[in-house]
């Protein structure tokens, strides 16, 4: 495996993480705004 | 005043600090004081920015250490030689070597001959991980018969090196979950100022990962303690000072960026740009609309996009934290040159900028001024100034780390 690759994979991996961790605060963000306007 | 100093004046905030932040939030758990339970989270997220530059500066006190005078050496044992004869017709000074005594490094040394015999012999290192007093060699020089002994001296062991090693790993878990608390502590205030709640969740996650890194705190102060006060060092510490295992954390994720630089460095440089671009795009679009402009978008808006700026610090901390590792010694000032003209203070002024950029992030998390910002609204002057003082450390972290090999000669 060339080592752009080996790079571009693991950088790609962690961006998705943090992705899904700010997607998911945004999410819970969303929820609880809702859930305490009612 | 340098960082060596400045590590040994801040490394007792976190451990103090802690214990008033871990007091704090636990009084307003009991009392179910929200005031309580905010100061407490404040509090432990002050901890963990003023952590990074304690745990940055530890390298520099560890340098100076290293590089104070013959007798204070980072070894584990203070040794000294003697010779016992020295021996006949040298005609030039003889070839001193080391052996035995459990050295994980042997002692260096150099003989001095006089009238055709061997006269002194100086210890130059004092080797590393000695257990007993090593052999001594002498050859050469065109003599024989000098002969000299070496013996150890324990108790005169002013700086162990494994003990600094201890500290050192202990220290850089210590922060991994001191940064992961004041993570979760900024999230609870953000949540409460969205939602004037804090979520039960993350009260008990925070609460949960300060007492662990309190425990971790307290047991990397006293390896700490133990480096320049043998008389308060018990076995367990002095056995741990001696287990390879408990010092090779640091060292482990060293050689992974040093070893495995073909990938991993450039990896953690391009997450640290996209962590970068994170949190300057955050920034600026906060800083920008509490400055005057896109007064259409009212500040709650914004306030939402808030932890996706604190996910690209994240990033860089932890990238930032791997290159500082693998190679201290390229940021700090270089050996032979304190004072020289060869540092900068461009890593310096990072760090310094990171805090006060990190306090600056607070005042648009928690307080109320920005909050109240409405579609429309003017912001006060206060707020105006904040939002550019802002934008102009993001600015300057971004000048130094970008300066780093032009003005300290990193890299």
Redesign the interface.
Known sequence: MS?AL??SL??VA??VI?GA??YW??KS?ER??RK?EH | MDLAHLHLILNHFPTIGFVVGLGIFVLGLIGKSNDLKRTGLAVFLGIALLSIPIYISGYAAQQRICQAPADQPCSDATLSATVQSGGAGYTSAPVVAFSGGGCKAAPEGVASIKAGAVRDLKLTYMGFGCTSAPQVAISGGGGSGAAANVSLAPERVLVSKSMIETHESAALGSLAFMELTGAFAW?GLW?FR????L?RANLMMVLLLSLLTFGLMARTSNLGGDIRHPEIRDAQETAAAQTPSEQQFARSLGALMAGGK??AW??CE??HF?GLCLLFGIAAVVDLRVLGWMKGVSFPTLH?LL??GI?GF??NLVTGMLFFVADPGQYLPKSGYWGGNLYGGAFEWKMVLILLAGLNMLYFTVFDTPWHLKAGDDAPMVSKLIAASALVMVFGVMFCGRMLPFLDMSF
């Open positions: 080592l080996a790079v693991v950088v962690v961006v943090v961790v700010g605060i945004d963000a609880d705004e305490w | 999230l949540q969205r939602n004037a709640r979520s073909q990938w450039p990896v391009t997450l996209i939402r932890p996706w996910l994240g990033v």
